[in-house]
């Protein structure tokens, strides 16, 4: 037996099952986008619910809708019989799974869900199934079989079910105007959440790793701080202690091959710093800074408050150890 050749088989079966349910989308669509968008404007919930194989696809939408900010609970059909059902409340939207659309748990809570003020939206094949009946709004995945070989174990159907769910979240996230800062709050411990949400301030090396001198003072004491900080980079000030200018271990080192040492030494700072350095706020994302590393091609960033002095400076080697890659 050829194993790719068979899971091909399986991948176009699928694949089919997706265009056939693609071909269902009509204007029920738009009005359970719609229902939900309402209904999470008034500050209610999508409760998700089916049994078996369709109950897992349901954990998968209710955490997609969740993630992308839009509240969602799974409710276990079975569990609901006792006591469960107490995660609805009136002005909820009901998302139920049932590709039969009679399956025996979800029918023998209709009619306790139907005791709330919901919006219940059924996914289906059967546009007549009970689960349809007792629906505000139905949508149709309609496979013509399952990749299953006796056409018994949900696999279409299951995959037409979670795609449709992901088409629902998706165009949710559209109409609420979901960003991707909304996101990162959501994820902060992704790597989106990082590159969102953390900020320079919460990267720079401060205190004394953080070499700062005054523009009068000579080459020799810039280094010296510099061997201090351990850095290979100083911020200049003038009188007000606002950036002025900076010098790094490598313009030493250029200006050292034209000699001679001890008058290079003794020059003041300010005749050697480079004026007006790129720097960046300490309130702006981590995110920029990696863009300026790439675009200027340094390896120090000088961070600044709001009155320009310098608080900070940022070393493009820790970047990685912050994973803002």
Wanted: aromatic residues 4%.
């Amino acid at each position: 037996m050829n194993y790719v050749t068979l899971a091909k088989t399986v991948f176009d079966i699928e694949i089919d099952g997706l265009r056939q349910t693609r071909a269902c989308l009509d204007e029920n669509f738009s009005k359970a986008v719609e229902a939900i968008v309402k209904c999470l404007g008034n500050r209610g919930k999508v409760v998700v619910t089916g049994i078996g194989k369709s109950g897992n696809i349901g954990q998968k939408i209710a955490a997609t809708l969740t993630s992308t900010g839009a509240t969602s609970v799974l409710l276990n059909s079975v569990d609901a019989l006792h006591g469960d059902l107490g995660v609805i409340n009136d002005g909820d939207c009901v998302l139920a799974l049932s590709y039969s659309g009679e399956t025996e748990e979800l029918s023998r809570i209709l009619p306790a869900i139907k005791r709330f003020d919901v919006t219940i939206i059924s996914v289906t094949s059967h546009a007549k199934s009970q689960l349809a009946r007792h629906s505000d709004i139905v949508l149709r995945v309609n496979v013509k079989k399952e990749a299953c070989p006796f056409n018994l174990a949900p696999t279409s159907s299951t995959t037409a079910m979670l795609a449709l769910g992901d088409a629902l979240a998706m165009c949710v996230l559209k109409a609420r105007g979901f960003k991707k800062s909304d996101y990162a709050w959501l994820h902060p411990a992704g790597a989106i959440g990082r590159t969102m949400l953390l900020q320079i301030k919460d990267i720079m090396r401060t205190g004394n790793r953080n070499a700062v001198i005054a523009d009068y003072r000579s080459v020799k004491d810039a280094l010296l701080a510099m061997t201090k900080a351990r850095s290979g980079t100083i911020s200049i000030v003038n009188k007000q202690g606002r950036i002025a200018g900076v010098f790094t271990d490598g313009d030493f080192r250029r200006l050292f091959s034209r000699g001679p040492e001890a008058e290079l030494l003794r020059s003041p700072i300010r005749a050697v710093m480079t004026p007006n350095p790129i720097t960046i706020r300490q309130d702006a994302l981590a995110v920029e800074a990696l863009k300026i590393f790439e675009q200027r091609q340094i390896d120090d960033l000088i961070v600044v408050n709001e009155n320009k002095h310098p608080v900070g400076i940022v070393d493009s080697q820790d970047l990685p150890k912050f994973k803002i890659m």
